[in-house]
């Protein structure tokens, strides 16, 4: 037993130890893995990102020398354009002086031009014409045939702009625009070998205007990029030097390479950096989305020869050149640190693990003696049965706990003893209580006979109650489902014999199907589940009879107990009968409801005001129009007096005349105010008697109908056939007095032609005026026959026609100062049309504003729209006005002092602007002037609406 406990603590103790020292070791050596990790992994990526930074500024200076010699270029390219263009107005000069003919200074302009070369032969000049669709080639010194008009079916000039446009037509759009300019393209250079294929090249192109030639000289780029492929290529070698003394941890280092593939800085086996191709090439671009995380990949190692190692690196991409920079390290040289240190840790713990072997020798022993002496008690208490023997207490805690234990122990049986026989002598006195129950059981059982006797005699009723029933009862097991009894009510609802009945379940009395489409089967189980939960239940159910005949039931069902278990008792009462009424009674209820919805959706369809009064003076029906119109509040009419809702007297007097029997019908017209207007309503009113089957009257009806614009427009036509009269009577007046003084001879011959010529100029003016008010009134004629405006579509310049209008009115009103800003615009509407919706605004902008005034008239281009924009300073609407204006023969002022007009151009505009699928918007205040804004669609050619 000794050796035994003590063996297990000593293996206990070096099992820890070498748990915890391997623990030390392990942890140690990944924390300090992970630290180089990470301290090499920081050290990598700040490589990476200050290559980088260096790259990024030798970049800028390559593209800062690559820009400045480009402009060098362009300002040497100018000046000898200029050169010969000096050359060509020379020749013009002497055409001009009349030394030689234009065509002969032209045939000798081409052939200088042709003769001029520069740059040891690579730069010429060329020259070209403006015409259309495609310019010709006049001249052109290394590639001669593109003279005889070539150039319209020759690809090359749009594969020089890389098939975007013919090159000539690019050319001519610049010198159209700016007289002069640069062009980029590609095209042959001439070489002491022959002509190359197509190299960049840049051209300063001129316009020489007296001949409309263009003159153009250009220089090829290649030699630019060959100094730019110089400077990358130093660039690189910089950068050889520098990695060669940059490394990454103990071995790493960077490299370079391109998006081909192509390594372009990469040291070898030896350290040595060489270019070679690079077969990892994917997985790094890949990698280089996420330039701070790592990869890792595996790579010959430089100290050792033969299998690859593992590594880690961080890639990074410069898109301007295509080159991914990656700063990559060995992960094995990362890791030796911590592979030392493991090392060292368990020696150390080999150590440790010697000494506490000894040392936990010694405390097994401590430990163990105390419990020896306890074993020795316990052997002597078993075999001399002494219960007075001494415990020895000693040792630990624990062993002197376990000691007072044992004492206790001793105590306690000493007391057990005495117990057992005090127990001895109570089984005595409960053997005399045994004898005493026996009897009150005897007596117990006779009472229980005389209880079941009652109990049959209480069954014998309640078979009666069972049997005698109106309503089917049976009674069913809660586990089974099987019925275990039912009445004679059961058996004739459902035609089965009281036999046939017993143990069938719900399910048999059922249709596959409920009412509401559920299975009966599912439902049968989902009720009685319920029922066991609740005690009972309530519900209808659709039960089938013996025949198949299906009918409505109500059943009640009741948790019961029955011989020590759970039974169902069902009552299920027939309610066919009883349904079909409920079903006649909704059909007529909803029917009932139909015919009040077609009643209320008539009262809501009609437009006219309606209500209905009963004998007694009180509204039993008004509609939503009969209360808006009268202001009366929603829901608060009804079951009152006429007289009291209705504060017209005259109406109440008539509606009350018409209950006394006074007429059958009447008729009135009555105004009443509009809410948050400052105007009435003027209605007609028709109140008709209703008269039941023996012609005695029952009620009254009384139709609204709003009149209030039928009564304005007959004032507007009013107003309208006065300006009329006064509109046509004077250009009429004017046009009679200058006819009749030019038909009398006397007063002819006194006056001279040109005071004749004024006298039919005026006659003229008044008859287009009379014109124009002949054509509004057809245009609205044709309007009103709802026939849409023809329109002929033609493109014009919108511009241009404004511009036209504007000076017309400028030499017409000069007390008026025009400010125009119109942009180009080229509009595929009807010209006419247009012009004449213009010149109404115009006419009216010039009309309402007083003299001094300005006009302002813009045109712009937004979303593929023209909008057109007229605003005066003049004396501006009110907003019940601007709301009228496109409406016919309204004016402001409608008396006949009032500016001229018969209130029709407005309306004719918004017609003719409709018809365009354009939009009219009038903005206008009081004293500040009016905003008139059109909106055209500019649409194209062939595509005017229907």
């Not at 990476?48 to 030798?58: R, S, W």
């Not at 390594?263 to 890949?286: S, V």
């Not at 911590?338 to 020798?361: F, K, N, P, T």
């Not at 009257?697 to 304005?712: A, F, M, N, P, Q």
């Amino acid at each position: 037993m000794r050796a035994s406990f003590r063996t297990r603590i000593l293996i206990t103790i070096g099992c820890i130890l070498l748990l915890s020292a391997g623990s030390i070791a392990y942890f140690a050596q990944n924390h300090a893995q992970r630290a180089v990790l990470d301290s090499a992994d920081r050290h990598g990526i700040d490589l990476m990102n200050a290559v980088l930074l260096t790259i990024e500024n030798e970049y800028r200076s390559l593209e800062f020398h690559r820009h400045i010699t480009v402009e060098r270029r362009k300002v040497s390219l100018k000046d000898v354009v200029i050169v010969a263009m000096s050359h060509l107005k020379e020749l013009y000069g002497e055409v001009q002086r009349g030394k030689i003919s234009e065509s002969v200074a032209r045939r000798e302009a081409l052939e200088q031009l042709r003769q001029l070369r520069y740059a040891n032969g690579v730069g010429y000049f060329w020259v070209n014409d403006l015409s259309e669709p495609i310019p010709k080639v006049l001249m052109h010194p290394i590639l001669p045939e593109q003279e005889d008009g070539r150039s319209a079916v020759d690809d090359k000039y749009y594969r020089a702009t890389q098939g975007h446009e013919h090159l000539l037509v690019l050319i001519a759009k610049l010198i159209r625009r700016d007289q002069e300019g640069f062009v980029n393209y590609r095209w042959n250079k001439p070489t002491s070998q022959g002509v190359t294929e197509e190299q960049p090249k840049i051209s300063y192109v001129r316009l020489f205007k007296p001949w409309n030639w263009v003159v153009g000289s250009g220089v090829y780029l290649d030699d630019i990029e060959a100094e730019v492929q110089q400077r990358l290529d130093e660039i690189l070698v910089e950068l050889k030097r520098t990695f060669s003394r940059v490394h990454v941890a103990q071995n790493g280092y960077m490299f370079i390479f391109d998006g081909q593939g192509n390594t372009l800085i990469h040291p070898d086996a030896r350290g040595e950096f060489a270019d070679h191709g690079f077969p990892n090439a994917g997985q790094f671009k890949r990698a280089a989305a996420t330039p701070n995380v790592p990869i890792e990949y595996h790579w010959h190692h430089p100290r050792y020869a033969g299998a690859q190692h593992a590594k880690r690196a961080y890639v990074s991409y410069f898109e301007p050149l295509d080159w991914y920079i990656v700063s990559t390290m060995y992960l094995d040289d990362l890791a030796h640190s911590g592979y030392e240190l493991r090392r060292d840790i368990l020696m150390v713990s080999g150590l440790v693990l010697l000494v506490a072997a000894m040392v936990s020798y010694l405390f097994s022993y401590s430990l163990t003696r105390p419990l020896l002496l306890l074993t020795d008690v316990a052997r002597r208490i078993e075999h001399s049965q002494d219960m007075d023997i001494s415990v020895p207490i000693c040792g630990a805690s624990e062993t002197r706990e376990l000691g007072q234990v044992l004492q206790n122990m001793l105590a306690s049986m000493k007391g057990l003893l005495h117990d057992k026989e005090a127990a001895m002598r109570a089984i005595e006195v409960s053997n005399n209580d045994l004898i005493a129950a026996n009897k009150q059981l005897a007596r117990e059982m006779v009472e229980r006979q005389e209880a079941q006797q009652a109990l049959e005699n209480n069954e014998q009723k309640y078979r009666s109650l069972f049997e005698l029933s109106y309503d089917a009862i049976v009674l069913a097991d809660c586990d089974s489902h099987q019925i275990l009894d039912s009445n004679h009510a059961a058996e004739e609802m459902f035609g089965y014999s009281h036999d046939e009945m017993q143990g069938m379940v719900p399910k048999d009395f059922s249709p596959i199907n409920q009412a509401d489409g559920s299975l009966s089967e599912l439902k049968v189980s989902e009720k009685i589940s319920r029922l066991i939960h609740e005690g009972h239940q309530f519900f209808e159910w659709t039960h089938k009879k013996r025949d198949g005949t299906l009918f409505q039931a109500e059943v009640h069902l009741t948790l019961i107990p029955l011989d020590g278990k759970q039974a169902m008792l069902a009552v299920v009462r027939d309610v066919t009968q009883r349904k079909y009424a409920e079903a006649a009674l909704v059909n007529a209820l909803a029917d009932a409801e139909s015919s009040r919805d077609k009643i209320d959706a008539i009262l809501k369809a009609i437009s006219d005001g309606l209500i209905v009064v009963d004998p007694l003076g009180r509204i039993i029906l008004i509609n939503q129009s009969a209360q808006d119109w009268l202001g009366l509040p929603e829901g608060e009419t009804l079951n009152r007096q006429v007289a009291t809702v209705l504060h017209d007297n005259d109406l109440s007097v008539l509606v009350g005349s018409i209950l006394a029997g006074e007429s059958l019908s009447r008729h009135c017209e009555v105004e009443v105010p509009i809410a948050d207007q400052e105007r009435n309503r003027l209605m007609a009113v028709q109140v008709t008697a209703v008269q039941n089957d023996d012609k005695e009257i029952s009620g009254t009806l009384i139709l609204l109908r709003d009149i209030t614009r039928e009564r304005e427009l007959d004032q507007l036509k009013n107003e309208f056939i006065s300006s009329a009269a006064h509109e046509l009577n004077t250009p009429l007046t004017v046009i009679m007095g200058f006819a009749e003084l030019l038909v009398n001879r006397e007063y002819r011959q006194s006056i001279t032609l040109e005071q004749q010529q004024e006298f039919l100029e005026t006659i003229r003016n008044k008859g287009e005026v009379l014109t124009s008010i002949v054509d509004d009134l057809l245009k609205l004629e044709q309007l009103e026959f709802g026939q849409s405006i023809q329109l002929q579509y033609h493109c014009f310049d919108l511009q241009l026609d404004i511009m036209t209008l504007v000076k017309h009115y400028e030499k017409t009103y000069t007390d008026h100062r025009f400010i125009v800003m119109v942009e180009p615009c080229e509009l595929w509407a009807d010209q006419e049309r247009v012009g004449q919706v213009l010149d109404n605004l115009l006419s009216n902008a010039v009309k309402f504003s007083p003299p001094q005034t300005r006009i302002h008239i813009s045109l712009q281009m937004k979303n593929h729209q023209a909008v057109i924009t007229v605003r005066d300073e003049g004396i501006g609407m009110e907003q019940k006005n601007i709301d009228k204006v496109f409406d016919k023969f309204f004016r402001i002022d409608g008396s006949t002092t009032s500016k001229g007009g018969l209130g029709l151009g407005l309306t004719v505009a918004k017609s003719i602007i409709d018809a365009h699928h354009g939009s009219i918007r009038v903005d206008s205040e009081v004293d500040r002037g009016t905003t008139v804004t059109l909106t055209l669609p500019c649409q194209n050619r062939g595509e005017e609406h229907d």
